[in-house]
Each structure stands twice: as C-alpha cells, then as structure tokens.
C-alpha cells in the first residue's frame, strides 16, 4: 500500500483509509464486534494503517471495536475519532452540539479509554459548534496535544474561514469533508484552497457516495428500516434512476481500466491532489480488497480531462443531506 503524508504535518497514513462507522452503525446490517474486529486486522494486513471512527457512532462501541481491533499493531497505525455532539445518555441519541472546552477534555478521555490507547492520533471535532468561538475549540485541543493526549487536530465539514481561524491558533492536520465525484462542493467552497494554501491534508469521507457510486444500487433498492440513507434526498427511487448517468460513466471508464466502478471512483480523488486520503467503509472482505484495489489504478490527464467533460454535462439529483443537516457543515 502507497503511503501519504496529511498536508505538511508530518503525519503519514497509509493512501487509503478505512471508515468504521459503517461496521456497526447507521447502515442498517451491524457486524458483530468480533467481525468488525477481523475486518479492521484484515485491512491491517492488507496495508492499510489509517482508521476512522468516532464517540457518535454506535454510540460509543464504535470505538470499542477500533480500540481492540488494532491493540497488537497500536504502533504501525493512525487511529483518527471525533468530538462535539452531545449525547443523550438514555437515549444515546443525538441531542445537539458541544464543544465546549470542557466537554472537549471530557469526550477525549472517554474516547482514550474506550481506544485503550495513551493518546489520540487525530482528533476531529466533528462539526462546527456555532455556539462556541472555533479558537477556544482549537485552544483546547492545543492543551490535549501539550499534555500528550492528542496528537494532532482535525476538522470536519468546516467552512474555509473556520478552517484560517483554527490554524491561527492550532495547527489544523486534517479537514474530513464529504468529497466524491458526486458531492464536489470542496472544490468550489474554498475548502480545498484552504487546505493547499495552509498544508493541511484533506481527508474525503463518504467517497463512494454511500454506496451509490460502486453501481450496486438501483431505484429498485430497498433500504433497511434503519439505513440512515432512507433520510437523504438522493436515495429517493427518483434520484437514485436519475444519478445512473454517474455511474455509466463510472462504468464506463472502469471497463477501459479493467477496473470496477468504485474503484475509478476511488482513484479520480487519489489523482486530485497527492494530499487526499479517502476513508471508504465497507463491511465485506471482498468489497474492502476492491477498494484498496484502487491505489494501484494510474488515471492519465487524458482519463481526468474524459471523466470531467462527461461528469460536467451530468446534474446531480437531489440534495446530499436533509436541510437540518446540512445546516451542521459549511460553518
């Protein structure tokens, strides 16, 4: 597996990583802990040393599952988690934001123990809190770094101007926005200029659109009760028929590279900038090996130059979240 360092930090992962969320939450079909443990230590074995989950996810055993997975190769990986969403503890649903200094200090030991690690990799906050002034977010990751407990500081779908305010007074590593050939606002948002103006790495989550990009879905799909994508506009039948054309192309290009269409996807946001690491998440052995099967395509600019003509005359149907949470990115 290629290697890649986030921006100029000196952070260094493996191309591609894996998303975990996917393993047990959100999806509909939740691996047991002791499948996503050897999905998470096949993709070890499979060079990959770049991992991402979060305290929301699950919530809580999302971590758990990370943390003893990658215990016997603690040293060899990147483990990346993420802070700042209250979480009702009767619930363990959502309940708002937080990011409150003190909730920060609060959220990294739960996560440190639930890792059963001395100290976090990367350590997002996961939205923007427009409750609490980015700088003392970036403040108090700074002290967590200071004491030895974190490592590095992350991002996720900030606007450009949190990300300048951030850096100001921390450093920034990593922003993780959605990014794919489908969901193209970093390109456009100032997000990525940011990031190259500021060395800072840039890490696409969703990268195969939730699923939609690797041509296995259809307006036919049917989703699980509990698939969070029964909420997002473009999983409606109608989008989904009217998004094929993306994955035509997707197709058609994978036939020429004797590739699959997920993996053309992976490697046209590999080709974009040598700072990017996309973190697909699967939950199949074999959909994991694909996946990494795509740091090995090489798209000449003549293949970029085919892929963004043809993309740029197909609209993209339907919204990539509902407005309340689409209302949480871009702060």
Known sequence: MQRRELGNSGLEVSAIGLGCMGLNFSYGHALSKAEGIALIRAAVERGVTFFDTAEIYGPYTNEEMVGAALAPVRDRV????????????????????????EHIREAAEASLKRLGVEVIDLLYQHRVDPAVPIEDVAGAVRDLIHEGKVRHFGLSEPGAQTIRRANAVQPVTAIQNEYSLWTRGPETNGVLQACEALGIGFVPYSPLGKGFLTGAMSKDTKLAENDFRRLLPRFTPEAMAANQALVGLLKRIAGE???????????????????????PGTTKLHRLEENLGAADIALTADDLAEIERAAAEIKVEGERYPAQLLAMTGR
């Open 78 to 101: 990147v483990i990346a988690t993420k802070f700042g969403f209250k979480i009702d503890p009767g619930t363990g649903k959502q309940a708002g934001m937080d990011s409150r200094p």
């Open 257 to 279: 590279k004797r590739a699959t269409p997920a993996q053309i996807a992976l490697a046209w946001l590999l080709a974009q900038k040598p700072w990017i690491v996309p973190i």
